[in-house]
């Protein structure tokens, strides 16, 4: 038989169910919204698996370096006829093995090594280029987000205040103080608002469709005020020489030029004697068994011009990467420029706009006031309201630009990252596979694997590779 729960069970499920009640609602912090962002970022995970690319280009210019193992097999008949009708069958068959070995090239093979390592480098700033992009997406996207719906409130607040009017229009028409004209404006003015609400209710549900996009999934709860900014250089010159020791995109030109004169000395010793080692051993189809072994030598004499091409290529394109460098440079150093300049007037319209808002304040407080003396129109008060009204929108603008102008500056200098943000989330180490294939650790076929190649399968697997 089942008991009844007595009276202090009741009273503790009660006093239970009111501390629930009484808890703030889960909500999404700014912190939130960049580790969702980073965390399920296509984009990121693109320029992960391109990085990943770059790596194996390591592995293959040292796979140059090893020596290459075919196997051979060939069978064949061979029929001869005579004059005199007769036909003569023979077959031939043989297995074997072919060992190619380059001893000496000018070296071309390890500076191509050297180049595909700088390519990797590159890319790496490239991938934190690119988080900063994501992350500085996400940022305006839970900002604007914010925005629309601190300007729903406000037009909440701007309806309830017309409405107020339109009722005290109406009251002071029956007791004759006003006309029909004056109840018209205010009817007219409730309409207008309500219309503006509903806009912006629209656009708060366009914000959020905006932050799925970015962050990957919508919202928790009501969006809770972003911290406090990071801290910025003093000055726009600091910020602007700090960009140019630190931004990503800096240092990726730079490896781009060094990955570009290996390349193009590397085409030069294309153009040097090279010297290889080939054997071979195999066994005919009438057991006959063959070895031989040979050196061989190639000094490039003519090759209708095509190596010095390749060469006069390779060194405009390195020279073309340095003039590349001092682009990138101008073009961070007009961005941090331009990213301050946004910053310093967002700052000056806020407070000009809270100088707006108090004095809207106050003019709106004495036009009513001033109405119900009957010295003010129904139409001097809404007027005096819509000022206000915009005064309070500007306001709430100009913060947010405020915010997003901040990181929008670290996006610039090149420090929007994780790293610098302190975000609580696990990094992606570029390092872990690229340590793992650099190396080009392939098992030979039928051999017992490798413990490099048990490690390179497991992080494919991690990977979602087979």
């Given amino acids: 038989m089942l008991r009844r729960p007595d009276r202090a069970f009741r009273g503790a499920v009660a006093t239970a169910l009111a501390i629930l009640l009484t808890l703030p609602a889960a909500a999404d912090t700014l912190s939130d919204a960049l580790i969702e962002a980073y965390r399920n970022s296509p984009l990121l995970e693109q320029q992960r698996y ?30 001869t006829f005579s004059d005199f009708g007769g036909q003569l069958t023979s077959t031939s068959g043989s297995l074997s093995l072919v060992l190619e070995y380059t001893l000496a090239d000018g070296g071309q093979r390890n500076l191509r090594i050297g180049a595909a390592k ?44 017309i409405t107020q009017q339109l009722r005290a229009a109406q009251d002071r028409f029956e007791v004759g103080e006003v006309t029909r004209t004056d109840v018209a404006i205010a009817q007219s003015r409730l309409a207008a608002s309500q219309s503006q609400l509903a806009a912006s209710r629209g656009q ?11 962050v990957g999934r919508l919202p928790v709860g009501a969006l809770q005020s972003p911290p406090t900014p990071p ?38 010793a294309d153009r040097r004697p090279s010297v290889g080692l080939q054997a071979s051993a195999g066994r005919t189809r009438l057991n006959t068994d063959s070895v031989s072994i040979g050196v061989t030598g190639n000094i490039p004499i003519y090759t209708g011009g095509r190596l010095p091409a390749l060469q006069r290529q390779a060194i405009a394109q390195a020279q073309a990467s340095r003039s590349n460098l001092g682009q990138v440079s101008r073009t961070i150093v007009d961005g941090v420029g331009q990213a301050w300049a946004g910053l310093e007037v967002a700052r000056a319209q806020i407070t000009a706009s809270r100088q707006g808002v108090r004095s809207a304040q106050l003019a709106f407080d004495g036009f009513r006031e001033e109405a119900q003396l009957g010295a003010r ?38 420090l929007l990252t994780t790293e610098h943000l302190g975000l609580s989330v696990e990094r992606y180490d570029p390092t872990d596979y ?33």
């Fill in 50 to 79: 391109l990085l990943r690319a770059t790596d194996e280009d390591v592995a293959i210019a040292v796979s140059a370096l090893r020596p290459v193992v075919n196997f051979q097999a060939s069978y064949g008949k061979t029929a």
């Fill in 118 to 161: 700088e390519a990797v480098l590159s890319a790496r700033y490239g991938l934190i280029q690119t988080e900063q992009g994501v992350l500085l997406d996400a940022i305006n996207a839970y900002l604007n987000l914010r925005l629309a719906a601190r300007i729903v409130d406000v037009r909440e607040s701007n309806v309830g205040l």
């Fill in 204 to 214: 708060v549900d366009v914000a959020r469709e905006q932050y799925r996009l970015t």
């Fill in 231 to 268: 801290t910025l250089p003093p000055s726009v010159e600091r910020a602007q020489a700090l960009a140019l020791q630190v931004h990503p995109l800096i240092a990726a030109a730079q490896y781009d030029i060094t990955a570009l004169t290996l390349l193009a000395d590397a085409r030069a």
């Fill in 377 to 414: 129109t129904t139409l001097d008060v809404l007027n005096s309201e819509q000022e206000l009204l915009d005064a309070r929108t500007s306001l709430i603008t100009a913060e947010t630009d405020a915010q997003f102008a901040v990181y929008n500056v670290l996006a610039a200098i090149g």
């Fill in 434 to 466: 690229y340590n793992t294939v650099s190396n080009a650790p392939r098992a030979v076929p039928g051999a017992r694997p490798s413990t490099q190649g048990n490690r390179l399968d497991s992080v494919l697997r991690r990977f979602g590779r087979n």
